[in-house]
C-alpha cells in the first residue's frame, strides 16, 4: 500500500513537469510569450441565485393514510441555506403535528393522514450575509397524492372449477389496482402459506390437504402498511370417479371361439374409457389389438390369450385426469372342452323293479349347460341335469351323457354306468329250536333271503303281524324271532317276508308257514347222594346223580347254595376228595340243549366237610425253658369230642415210657419228674379217630423244651434310644430276659437300687437334671427265685431344649409390596428339627405367596404385601421325637411400606445447558431401606453404568438427552423401582476461537511486526484472551491482540488462543495454529526491492525530462508515432500477461499448496492483494482497500 502512495507521489510530480514543458515548448509554434498567459486584471460577474433542486426521498409519492413520505431540498452552493416548503404554492406549517423538518429544514417528512396532504409540493431557499438576504427562485415541483382508504385486493383463481382432482394444477392472481411495490401475502385457512413480490400463488400438483379457503392480502416491500384482505375462494379437491366394471356375458370362464363382453360405467358426463388387461397393474390397452367403441368392449373368437383379468379407466381429457383403476373381471379361458361327470344315486347295481334310479349329468367348469341322455348309445327324451328312472327289467343297460351350450360348444361322452334290474327274491325261515316245547322255554325262528344279507324281516303268526313283546324279541335286522319264555299264546302258523335295509321300498312276499306247539307243565328232575351222610371229612369222597323222567335232549347243571357249578353237563356230579371248599347244598337242573330251557330244581342236598382236628398241644408248666431237676408237664387234647387217642413224639421219635416220662389213660398228658438235658427237644402228639382208625389227625404243632445251665443276662433297652435327653422328655427302660420266663425285675441307678413295682419296664414320664445317671436291671424266676446277672448299663443326660435362632436371608426387614423376603430359623446342635413359624404371635400357614422349604426352615414370601407386616418367630421340634418343642426364638420385626419408593434425579452442577469438555455428574437418591443397586437411562435407554453416581467426565453433544435412574435389588426375584423424573441435558460445542492477521501490507515500510488478533466467532459474550505458543501457554496478561517481533519469534512458532469469560462458558476452543514462517524477513526485503524501484523510476523520468528540453523540434508530420512508456491501468487490467513482481516475490511456492495457488488472483498489483500467510488453515490477512482508477491513480504515458 505504501509502494503504491509513492508511485502516485511521482506519477503526479510529473504531470506538473509535463505541463510546463508542454507550454514552455509552444513559444515557436504560437509565437507568445510566457507574459501573455497572465491576466492583467480581474473582472467582476453579477450571477443569479441557484435554483433548489427537490427530490423524493421516500420509494413513491402515491401513499395511503399512516403512510410517510420524505422530500428533500439541496441547493448546488457552500452557503448556508435554510428552506421553506410548499403545497400548492401555500407554505407548510412546521406546527402541523403530521409534519417533521430537518434542523435546517432541508428535509420534509409527511405523515399522510388524511387526504389533504394531497398536492404540488416544491421549496425554497434562503440564505443571507452581512450586506444582502437571498432567496432562491422556487424549486420543482413533486406531486403527492393520498389515498382515501385502504385498497381491497382482488382475487381470481385460473382454474374455476368446482372440484378439482388430485395432481391438477391451480394459480391464484392476487391484484392491487392502486400505487405499487406490494408483496402479497396468501393464506389458506388463516394460516400463512406463501409471501411474494409477484402477485400469483400457483398449486402445482393438488392434494386432498390443499383443500379449502384462500385469500390474500398485500403490504408494503419496506413498510408496515397492510391492504385489506381479499375476498375468499373455496378449492375442492376430489378422487376421480372409479368405474365399474361388468361383466354382461352369462359366465366368466368360456372356451375357445365363444364371445366375452364387457360395460365400463362411470357416473360423472364427459369421461372415456380405456381398457386395460392384467388386473390394476400396468397393461396394454385392448384397442391396440381389438376395437372397443364407448363403454362396451366385446371379445369375439376367444383363445388362451384372452385370458385375465381386465380393467378399465376413466379420462377426463379436458383437464389431463385420469380415475384409477376399475374392479377386476377375470376371464378364464379353457382350452379344451370338459368330460361330464355321471353319477348315480342311489349308487347300487344290480337294483331291483320298482325301484327309483336318479342319474346326474354334471360339467365342474362353467355353467349354462343343456343335457343330452343316451341308453345303449340311443339318445332318450330327456335334456335334465337329472335323469330319474323308476326300473323295470325293461330299464337294464348301459347310460351315458354329454353336454352343450350355446351353438357350437358341446362336451364329449361321459363314462358309461351299467344298470342291472333284478326281480325280488322269496324269503326263507327255519327254526333254530324245537318246534314243540315246554312253557317257558325259549323259542328262535330265521328268516333268509337269497342273494344278499341287506335285508330287514316282518313276522307275522297266523297271518298277524307279530310285535315286540317282553316275551318275543327280534335281533338286529329281525332276521331271528326269539320267544324267551314260550307259553300257549306262542302257539300257532308263523311266516315272514323281506325288505331291502337301504332302499326300504323293495319288499318281498311272505315265507312259507311254521307250526310251534307249547306243552303245560315244567318238568323237575330226581336227585340221589352215594353215600347218604352229611358230615365228611377232609379227603372223603361224595357222588351226586341227576335224572329228568320226561322227554329226552337235556344236559344237567349243578349248583352248590344257589351259585352254578362248573362241569361236562353229565348227570353225575363227584367230589373226589372233600375239603372245607365243598361244605354246602347241592341242587340239580336240566337244561334243554337248544333251547336252554331249564327245568325247576331238584330236592336240595347238604353235606359239611370238616378238616381233622389238630391236636392241641400245651405247658401245663409256665415255661419250656427249665434248668435240671426241675419238673414238666405237658397236655395234647383234640376239639370236637373224646372219642381219639393221642400219640406223643419228641423230635419226630415215638416216646415211649420211661422211669421220669409216664402218659394218663390215653395219653393225653405227658408228664416229666426231673428235667435233665436229655430230655430238651421238640415235642408233639397227633389223635386217632376210634370209630374210623383211616382218619389220622396231623401232628400238633410243636413245643420245643430246653433245659440250661449257664446263668442267663437281661437285656436292656431304651426308649428313645439317645444319651441325650432334653428337659421335659419321657424316657422308657426295659429290661428283658430272653431265655425262659416268670421272670420279676429289679431297676438300679447309679448302684442304688430303686423301689418299683418289679415291673419289666422303668419309666422317667418328666426328666429333669435329678434324672442323670448311669441304669442297669436283673431279673429273679418267681417261683424257683433264680436270679439273673445284671443287665449291661445305659447312661442319660438331661439337658435344656435350644432356643432357635431367627434371622433374615434377605438383607433387609423393609421391603415394599411385591417384593419377596426369606427368614431361616435354626437350632445349635443339629439339623434333626422342624420348625413352626408364626406373625404376632399367630401360626403362619402356607399360602398362595408364603411357602416353607423342606422341615420349614426356611419362610419364603414370594409377593409383600401389606399384611405380610408383622412380628415374625418361630419354635423348632425334634424330627425323631415330636414331642420335644422348643420355646419361640427371639422375634424379627418384618415392615411392608404402602408404595414403592421414589426416586429423584440430581444433576450436580445445575444448569440447564452444558458445554462440551466439561463434567456433569448426575447421582439417584432413594428415601428408604438400603441394598439398592442403580440402573441407568438415557432416553429411555439402558446404559452400561451402574452405581449410585454417574459422572460425564467430558461432556459432548452426543450426550444430550433426557436422563433417568430407577434402583432395583434382590437377586432371584428382583423389585425394581419405578423410573424417576428425567432430567434434561442439554449440551452445546464450544464456541470457537480464530486468530488473524491484522498488519496490512500498507505498514510495511513502517514496522517490523505482526499483530495478531483473537476472536470468538458467534458469540455476544465479552470475552478476555490468552495465547498459546508451540502449545506453551505465554505468560503475559490476557489480551485480544499479541505482537510477534523477530526478537520474540525468532524459531517461527505456531500461535493458538483461546477466549476466557466470567460467565458460561468460562472459556473456549481453541483457535487453529498460525504459524509466522518468514513474513518479517520478506517485509524487510521488499523494503529494499521498494527502494531500488523508486530510484530506478526517478532516473527514467529525469531523463526523459532532460531528452524532452535538449532535442530538436520537428515537423508534427515528419515525426514518427512514439511508443507509450508506460501503459494505462484501463490497458493493464486488459493483459493476461502482466504479472505483479511484489505478489510474485512474496507468495512462497514452497510453503502453500497447489491448490490454493490456483485460487489466487494476482495480476493486477494493487493494495487489495492479499498476503499468503503459510499456516496450517490458511489464515487470509484483509487489508485496507483503496480503489485506485485511471483516473486519479493510474501511471499515465508522456506524449
Same mark, same amino acid.
Given at each position: 500500500?505504501m509502494?503504491?502512495k @509513492?508511485?502516485?507521489?511521482?506519477?503526479?510530480?510529473?504531470?506538473?513537469? +509535463?505541463d510546463? +514543458?508542454?507550454?514552455?515548448?509552444?513559444?515557436?509554434?504560437?509565437?507568445?510569450t510566457?507574459?501573455?498567459s497572465?491576466?492583467?486584471?480581474?473582472p467582476v460577474?453579477?450571477?443569479?441565485?441557484?435554483v433548489?433542486s427537490?427530490?423524493?426521498?421516500?420509494?413513491?409519492?402515491?401513499?395511503?393514510?399512516?403512510?410517510?413520505?420524505?422530500?428533500?431540498?439541496?441547493? =448546488?452552493?457552500?452557503?448556508a441555506?435554510?428552506?421553506?416548503?410548499?403545497r400548492?404554492t401555500?407554505?407548510?406549517?412546521?406546527t402541523?403535528?403530521?409534519?417533521?423538518?430537518?434542523?435546517?429544514?432541508?428535509n420534509?417528512?409527511?405523515?399522510?393522514?388524511?387526504?389533504?396532504y #394531497? !398536492?404540488?409540493?416544491?421549496?425554497?431557499?434562503?440564505?443571507s450575509?452581512?450586506?444582502?438576504?437571498?432567496?432562491?427562485?422556487i424549486?420543482?415541483?413533486i406531486?403527492?397524492t393520498?389515498?382515501?382508504?385502504?385498497?381491497?385486493?382482488?382475487?381470481?383463481?385460473?382454474?374455476?372449477?368446482d372440484k378439482?382432482?388430485?395432481?391438477?394444477?391451480?394459480?391464484?392472481?392476487?391484484?392491487?389496482?392502486?400505487?405499487?411495490?406490494?408483496?402479497?401475502?396468501?393464506?389458506?385457512?388463516?394460516?400463512?402459506?406463501?409471501?411474494?413480490?409477484?402477485?400469483?400463488? +400457483?398449486?402445482?400438483s393438488?392434494?386432498?390437504?390443499?383443500?379449502?379457503?384462500y385469500?390474500c392480502?398485500?403490504?408494503r416491500?419496506?413498510?408496515?402498511?397492510?391492504?385489506?384482505?381479499?375476498?375468499?375462494t373455496?378449492?375442492?379437491?376430489?378422487?376421480?370417479?372409479?368405474?365399474?366394471l361388468?361383466l354382461?356375458s352369462?359366465?366368466?370362464d368360456?372356451f375357445?371361439?365363444e364371445?366375452?363382453?364387457?360395460?365400463?360405467?362411470?357416473?360423472? =358426463?364427459? %369421461?372415456?374409457?380405456?381398457?386395460n388387461?392384467?388386473?390394476?397393474? =400396468?397393461g396394454?390397452?385392448?384397442?391396440?389389438?381389438?376395437?372397443?367403441e364407448?363403454?362396451?368392449?366385446?371379445?369375439?373368437?376367444?383363445?388362451?390369450?384372452?385370458?385375465?383379468?381386465?380393467?378399465?379407466?376413466?379420462?377426463?381429457?379436458s383437464?389431463?385426469?385420469?380415475?384409477?383403476?376399475?374392479?377386476?373381471?377375470?376371464i378364464?379361458?379353457y382350452?379344451?372342452?370338459?368330460?361330464?361327470?355321471?353319477?348315480?344315486?342311489?349308487d347300487f347295481?344290480?337294483?331291483?323293479?320298482?325301484?327309483?334310479?336318479?342319474?346326474?349329468?354334471?360339467?365342474?367348469?362353467?355353467s349354462?349347460?343343456?343335457y343330452?341322455?343316451y341308453?345303449?348309445?340311443?339318445?332318450?327324451?330327456?335334456?335334465?341335469?337329472?335323469?330319474?328312472?323308476?326300473l323295470?327289467?325293461?330299464?337294464?343297460?348301459?347310460?351315458?351323457?354329454?353336454?352343450?351350450?350355446?351353438?357350437?360348444?358341446?362336451?364329449?361322452?361321459?363314462?358309461?354306468?351299467?344298470?342291472?334290474v333284478?326281480?325280488?327274491?322269496?324269503?326263507?325261515?327255519?327254526?333254530a329250536?324245537?318246534?314243540?316245547?315246554?312253557?317257558?322255554?325259549?323259542?328262535?325262528?330265521?328268516?333268509?333271503?337269497a342273494g344278499?344279507?341287506?335285508?330287514?324281516?316282518?313276522w307275522f303268526?297266523?297271518?298277524?303281524? @307279530?310285535?315286540?313283546?317282553?316275551?318275543?324279541?327280534?335281533?338286529? !335286522?329281525?332276521?331271528t324271532?326269539?320267544i324267551?319264555s314260550?307259553?300257549a299264546?306262542?302257539?300257532?302258523?308263523?311266516?315272514?317276508?323281506g325288505k331291502l335295509?337301504?332302499?326300504?321300498?323293495?319288499?318281498?312276499?311272505?315265507?312259507?308257514?311254521?307250526?310251534?306247539?307249547?306243552?303245560?307243565?315244567?318238568?323237575?328232575?330226581?336227585?340221589?347222594?352215594? =353215600?347218604?351222610?352229611?358230615?365228611?371229612?377232609t379227603?372223603?369222597s361224595?357222588?351226586?346223580?341227576?335224572?329228568?323222567q320226561?322227554?329226552?335232549?337235556?344236559?344237567?347243571? %349243578?349248583?352248590?347254595?344257589?351259585?352254578?357249578?362248573?362241569?361236562?353237563?353229565?348227570?353225575?356230579?363227584?367230589?373226589?376228595?372233600?375239603?372245607?371248599?365243598?361244605?354246602?347244598t347241592?341242587?340239580?337242573?336240566?337244561m334243554?340243549?337248544k333251547?336252554?330251557?331249564?327245568?325247576?330244581?331238584?330236592?336240595?342236598?347238604?353235606?359239611?366237610?370238616?378238616?381233622?382236628?389238630?391236636?392241641?398241644?400245651?405247658?401245663?408248666?409256665?415255661?419250656?425253658d427249665v434248668?435240671? !431237676?426241675e419238673?414238666?408237664?405237658?397236655?395234647?387234647?383234640?376239639a370236637?369230642?373224646?372219642?381219639?387217642?393221642?400219640?406223643?413224639?419228641? $423230635?419226630?421219635q415215638?416216646?415211649?415210657?420211661?422211669p421220669?416220662?409216664?402218659?394218663?389213660v390215653?395219653?393225653?398228658?405227658l408228664?416229666?419228674?426231673?428235667?435233665?438235658?436229655?430230655?430238651g427237644?421238640?415235642?408233639?402228639?397227633?389223635?386217632?379217630?376210634?370209630?374210623?382208625?383211616?382218619?389220622?389227625?396231623?401232628?400238633?404243632?410243636?413245643? +420245643?423244651?430246653?433245659?440250661?445251665?449257664?446263668?442267663?443276662?437281661?437285656?436292656m433297652?431304651? /426308649?428313645?434310644?439317645?444319651k441325650?435327653?432334653?428337659?421335659g422328655?419321657?424316657v422308657?427302660?426295659k429290661?428283658?430276659?430272653?431265655?425262659?420266663?416268670?421272670?420279676?425285675?429289679?431297676?438300679?441307678?447309679?448302684g442304688?437300687?430303686?423301689p418299683n413295682?418289679?415291673?419289666?419296664?422303668?419309666?422317667?414320664?418328666?426328666?429333669?437334671?435329678?434324672?442323670n445317671?448311669?441304669?442297669?436291671?436283673?431279673?429273679?424266676?418267681d417261683?424257683?427265685?433264680?436270679?439273673?446277672?445284671?443287665? $449291661?448299663?445305659r447312661?442319660?443326660?438331661?439337658?435344656?431344649?435350644?432356643?432357635?435362632?431367627?434371622? #433374615?436371608?434377605?438383607?433387609?426387614l423393609?421391603?415394599?409390596?411385591?417384593?419377596?423376603v426369606?427368614?431361616?430359623?435354626?437350632?445349635?446342635?443339629?439339623a434333626?428339627w422342624?420348625?413352626?413359624?408364626?406373625?404376632?404371635?399367630?401360626?403362619?400357614?402356607?399360602?398362595?405367596?408364603?411357602?416353607?422349604?423342606?422341615?420349614?426352615?426356611?419362610?419364603?414370601?414370594?409377593s409383600a #404385601?401389606?399384611?405380610?407386616?408383622?412380628?415374625?418367630?418361630?419354635?423348632?421340634?425334634l424330627?425323631?421325637?415330636?414331642?420335644?418343642?422348643?420355646?419361640?426364638?427371639?422375634?424379627l420385626?418384618?415392615s411392608?411400606?404402602?408404595?414403592?419408593?421414589?426416586?429423584t434425579?440430581?444433576?450436580?452442577?445445575?444448569?440447564?445447558?452444558?458445554?462440551t469438555?466439561?463434567?456433569?455428574?448426575?447421582?439417584?437418591?432413594?428415601? /428408604?431401606?438400603?441394598?439398592?443397586?442403580y440402573?441407568?437411562?438415557?432416553?429411555?435407554t439402558?446404559?452400561?453404568?451402574?452405581?449410585?453416581?454417574?459422572?460425564?467426565?467430558?461432556?459432548?453433544?452426543?450426550?444430550?438427552?433426557s436422563y433417568?435412574?430407577?434402583?432395583?435389588?434382590?437377586?432371584?426375584?428382583?423389585?425394581?423401582s419405578?423410573?424417576?423424573?428425567?432430567?434434561?441435558?442439554?449440551?452445546k460445542?464450544?464456541?470457537?476461537?480464530?486468530?488473524?492477521?491484522?498488519?496490512? %501490507?500498507?505498514?510495511?515500510?513502517?514496522?517490523?511486526?505482526?499483530?495478531?488478533?483473537?476472536?470468538?466467532?458467534?458469540?455476544?459474550?465479552?470475552?478476555?484472551?490468552? %495465547?498459546?505458543?508451540?502449545?506453551?501457554?505465554i505468560n503475559?496478561?490476557?489480551?485480544?491482540?499479541?505482537?510477534?517481533?523477530?526478537q520474540?519469534?525468532?524459531e517461527?512458532?505456531?500461535?493458538?488462543?483461546? !477466549?476466557?469469560?466470567?460467565?458460561?462458558?468460562?472459556?473456549?476452543?481453541?483457535?487453529?495454529?498460525?504459524?509466522?514462517?518468514?513474513l518479517?524477513l520478506?517485509r524487510?526485503?521488499?523494503?529494499s526491492?521498494?527502494?531500488c524501484?523508486?530510484?530506478?523510476?526517478?532516473?527514467?523520468?529525469?531523463?526523459?525530462?532532460?531528452?524532452?528540453?535538449?532535442?530538436?523540434?520537428d515537423?508534427?508530420?515528419?515525426?514518427?508515432?512514439e511508443?507509450?512508456?508506460?501503459?494505462?491501468?484501463?490497458?493493464?487490467?486488459?493483459?493476461?500477461?502482466?504479472?505483479?513482481?511484489?505478489?510474485?516475490?512474496?507468495t512462497?511456492a514452497?510453503?502453500?499448496?497447489?491448490?490454493?495457488?490456483?485460487d489466487?488472483n494476482?495480476?493486477?498489483?494493487?493494495?487489495t492483494?492479499e498476503?499468503?500467510?503459510?499456516?496450517?488453515?490458511?489464515?487470509? /490477512?484483509?487489508?485496507?482497500t483503496?480503489?485506485?482508477?485511471?483516473?486519479?491513480?493510474?501511471?499515465?504515458s508522456?506524449?
Amino acid at each position: 500500500m505504501m509502494l503504491v502512495k @509513492v508511485l502516485s507521489v511521482i506519477y503526479s510530480l510529473s504531470l506538473v513537469l +509535463t505541463d510546463f +514543458t508542454a507550454c514552455a515548448a509552444q513559444n515557436s509554434d504560437d509565437h507568445t510569450t510566457a507574459e501573455s498567459s497572465f491576466p492583467l486584471s480581474t473582472p467582476v460577474y453579477v450571477t443569479e441565485p441557484p435554483v433548489p433542486s427537490l427530490q423524493r426521498r421516500s420509494e413513491r409519492s402515491d401513499v395511503f393514510p399512516s403512510e410517510k413520505v420524505e422530500l428533500s431540498c439541496s441547493v =448546488p452552493s457552500s452557503a448556508a441555506w435554510t428552506f421553506s416548503w410548499y403545497r400548492d404554492t401555500q407554505q407548510v406549517q412546521n406546527t402541523d403535528p403530521n409534519v417533521a423538518l430537518s434542523p435546517d429544514g432541508s428535509n420534509l417528512i409527511i405523515t399522510a393522514a388524511t387526504q389533504s396532504y #394531497s !398536492g404540488m409540493y416544491s421549496c425554497k431557499a434562503h440564505t443571507s450575509t452581512s450586506t444582502t438576504a437571498v432567496t432562491t427562485k422556487i424549486s420543482n415541483s413533486i406531486k403527492i397524492t393520498v389515498h382515501a382508504n385502504k385498497p381491497k385486493p382482488t382475487l381470481t383463481r385460473s382454474s374455476n372449477f368446482d372440484k378439482m382432482f388430485p395432481g391438477e394444477s391451480v394459480t391464484f392472481t392476487c391484484k392491487v389496482d392502486v400505487s405499487d411495490g406490494w408483496v402479497y401475502l396468501w393464506y389458506h385457512y388463516e394460516t400463512q402459506v406463501q409471501a411474494s413480490s409477484i402477485g400469483t400463488y +400457483t398449486i402445482a400438483s393438488i392434494d386432498h390437504p390443499h383443500s379449502g379457503k384462500y385469500h390474500c392480502q398485500a403490504k408494503r416491500a419496506n413498510g408496515p402498511f397492510h391492504t385489506e384482505e381479499s375476498d375468499t375462494t373455496a378449492l375442492h379437491v376430489s378422487d376421480p370417479p372409479k368405474p365399474s366394471l361388468k361383466l354382461l356375458s352369462p359366465w366368466p370362464d368360456v372356451f375357445e371361439n365363444e364371445t366375452v363382453e364387457f360395460r365400463c360405467e362411470v357416473h360423472s =358426463p364427459d %369421461w372415456t374409457i380405456s381398457w386395460n388387461k392384467g388386473g390394476n397393474e =400396468p397393461g396394454y390397452e385392448l384397442d391396440e389389438i381389438q376395437n372397443a367403441e364407448g363403454p362396451f368392449l366385446n371379445l369375439t373368437g376367444i383363445h388362451d390369450a384372452y385370458e385375465g383379468g381386465y380393467t378399465c379407466k376413466a379420462h377426463l381429457k379436458s383437464r389431463g385426469v385420469s380415475s384409477g383403476f376399475s374392479n377386476t373381471v377375470n376371464i378364464t379361458v379353457y382350452d379344451h372342452t370338459p368330460i361330464p361327470a355321471l353319477t348315480r344315486v342311489p349308487d347300487f347295481n344290480p337294483m331291483y323293479v320298482g325301484e327309483t334310479v336318479n342319474l346326474k349329468c354334471e360339467v365342474n367348469l362353467s355353467s349354462g349347460w343343456k343335457y343330452q341322455w343316451y341308453k345303449n348309445g340311443i339318445e332318450q327324451q330327456t335334456t335334465k341335469e337329472t335323469n330319474s328312472i323308476k326300473l323295470s327289467l325293461s330299464d337294464r343297460g348301459k347310460y351315458q351323457c354329454r353336454a352343450a351350450r350355446g351353438e357350437i360348444i358341446s362336451t364329449e361322452f361321459s363314462e358309461e354306468i351299467k344298470q342291472d334290474v333284478l326281480e325280488i327274491p322269496v324269503p326263507s325261515s327255519k327254526s333254530a329250536t324245537p318246534l314243540d316245547v315246554f312253557p317257558g322255554e325259549s323259542v328262535k325262528l330265521s328268516c333268509a333271503m337269497a342273494g344278499g344279507a341287506d335285508w330287514t324281516f316282518s313276522w307275522f303268526k297266523d297271518k298277524q303281524p @307279530v310285535r315286540p313283546h317282553p316275551t318275543t324279541s327280534f335281533d338286529v !335286522g329281525a332276521a331271528t324271532l326269539s320267544i324267551r319264555s314260550a307259553s300257549a299264546s306262542h302257539g300257532g302258523q308263523y311266516s315272514c317276508l323281506g325288505k331291502l335295509k337301504s332302499r326300504p321300498s323293495v319288499t318281498s312276499t311272505s315265507s312259507p308257514e311254521l307250526t310251534l306247539s307249547v306243552y303245560g307243565n315244567q318238568p323237575k328232575p330226581l336227585m340221589t347222594q352215594v =353215600p347218604d351222610v352229611k358230615m365228611v371229612y377232609t379227603g372223603e369222597s361224595v357222588s351226586f346223580e341227576c335224572k329228568v323222567q320226561l322227554s329226552s335232549g337235556w344236559r344237567y347243571q %349243578w349248583s352248590k347254595d344257589g351259585k352254578q357249578l362248573p362241569n361236562n353237563n353229565s348227570s353225575r356230579f363227584n367230589i373226589s376228595h372233600a375239603t372245607s371248599l365243598n361244605n354246602g347244598t347241592y341242587e340239580c337242573s336240566a337244561m334243554r340243549d337248544k333251547t336252554m330251557y331249564n327245568t325247576s330244581h331238584s330236592d336240595g342236598r347238604t353235606i359239611h366237610v370238616s378238616e381233622i382236628p389238630v391236636p392241641s398241644l400245651k405247658s401245663v408248666t409256665p415255661w419250656l425253658d427249665v434248668f435240671p !431237676g426241675e419238673s414238666v408237664k405237658l397236655c395234647c387234647a383234640m376239639a370236637g369230642g373224646a372219642d381219639w387217642t393221642l400219640l406223643w413224639f419228641k $423230635d419226630k421219635q415215638p416216646v415211649r415210657p420211661h422211669p421220669t416220662t409216664s402218659f394218663d389213660v390215653g395219653a393225653a398228658t405227658l408228664s416229666i419228674s426231673s428235667a435233665s438235658a436229655s430230655h430238651g427237644g421238640q415235642y408233639s402228639c397227633s389223635g386217632n379217630l376210634k370209630s374210623r382208625p383211616s382218619v389220622i389227625s396231623t401232628s400238633s404243632p410243636e413245643l +420245643t423244651l430246653s433245659v440250661y445251665g449257664n446263668q442267663p443276662k437281661p437285656l436292656m433297652t431304651q /426308649v428313645p434310644d439317645v444319651k441325650m435327653v432334653y428337659t421335659g422328655e419321657s424316657v422308657s427302660f426295659k429290661c428283658k430276659v430272653q431265655l425262659s420266663s416268670g421272670w420279676r425285675y429289679q431297676w438300679s441307678k447309679d448302684g442304688k437300687q430303686l423301689p418299683n413295682n418289679n415291673s419289666s419296664s422303668f419309666n422317667i414320664s418328666h426328666a429333669n437334671s435329678l434324672n442323670n445317671g448311669t441304669y442297669e436291671c436283673s431279673a429273679m424266676r418267681d417261683k424257683t427265685m433264680y436270679n439273673t446277672s445284671h443287665g $449291661d448299663r445305659r447312661t442319660i443326660h438331661v439337658s435344656e431344649i435350644p432356643v432357635p435362632s431367627l434371622k #433374615s436371608v434377605t438383607p433387609w426387614l423393609d421391603v415394599f409390596p411385591g417384593e419377596s423376603v426369606k427368614l431361616s430359623c435354626a437350632m445349635a446342635g443339629g439339623a434333626d428339627w422342624t420348625f413352626s413359624w408364626f406373625k404376632d404371635k399367630q401360626l403362619v400357614r402356607p399360602h398362595p405367596t408364603t411357602s416353607f422349604d423342606v422341615g420349614a426352615a426356611t419362610l419364603s414370601i414370594r409377593s409383600a #404385601s401389606a399384611s405380610h407386616g408383622g412380628q415374625y418367630s418361630c419354635l423348632g421340634k425334634l424330627k425323631s421325637r415330636p414331642s420335644v418343642i422348643s420355646t419361640s426364638s427371639p422375634e424379627l420385626t418384618l415392615s411392608v411400606y404402602d408404595a414403592k419408593p421414589r426416586v429423584t434425579l440430581m444433576q450436580n452442577p445445575i444448569h440447564n445447558v452444558m458445554h462440551t469438555e466439561e463434567s456433569v455428574s448426575f447421582s439417584c437418591h432413594i428415601n /428408604v431401606s438400603s441394598g439398592w443397586e442403580y440402573l441407568w437411562l438415557k432416553d429411555r435407554t439402558l446404559l452400561p453404568e451402574s452405581g449410585k453416581n454417574h459422572t460425564i467426565e467430558s461432556v459432548e453433544t452426543k450426550n444430550t438427552g433426557s436422563y433417568q435412574c430407577q434402583a432395583k435389588r434382590g437377586r432371584g426375584a428382583v423389585f425394581s423401582s419405578d423410573q424417576s423424573p428425567a432430567v434434561r441435558l442439554d449440551v452445546k460445542e464450544r464456541p470457537q476461537a480464530g486468530i488473524t492477521l491484522l498488519t496490512g %501490507w500498507s505498514e510495511v515500510f513502517s514496522t517490523d511486526s505482526l499483530v495478531l488478533n483473537c476472536e470468538v466467532h458467534g458469540s455476544q459474550d465479552m470475552w478476555n484472551y490468552t %495465547w498459546y505458543k508451540a502449545d506453551q501457554l505465554i505468560n503475559l496478561l490476557p489480551s485480544k491482540k499479541h505482537t510477534v517481533t523477530p526478537q520474540n519469534d525468532p524459531e517461527q512458532s505456531q500461535y493458538t488462543c483461546r !477466549g476466557i469469560s466470567t460467565g458460561r462458558p468460562s472459556y473456549s476452543r481453541r483457535s487453529d495454529s498460525l504459524q509466522t514462517k518468514n513474513l518479517l524477513l520478506k517485509r524487510r526485503v521488499l523494503l529494499s526491492i521498494s527502494g531500488c524501484i523508486v530510484f530506478g523510476i526517478a532516473a527514467v523520468f529525469l531523463g526523459c525530462i532532460l531528452l524532452r528540453v535538449f532535442r530538436k523540434s520537428d515537423d508534427s508530420e515528419d515525426k514518427p508515432a512514439e511508443n507509450e512508456l508506460f501503459l494505462t491501468m484501463a490497458q493493464l487490467r486488459e493483459r493476461d500477461d502482466a504479472t505483479c513482481p511484489m505478489v510474485q516475490y512474496i507468495t512462497d511456492a514452497e510453503l502453500n499448496a497447489p491448490s490454493k495457488e490456483a485460487d489466487e488472483n494476482g495480476t493486477i498489483c494493487s493494495e487489495t492483494t492479499e498476503i499468503p500467510i503459510t499456516s496450517q488453515d490458511e489464515h487470509v /490477512v484483509t487489508s485496507e482497500t483503496e480503489d485506485v482508477t485511471e483516473k486519479n491513480g493510474g501511471l499515465i504515458s508522456f506524449k
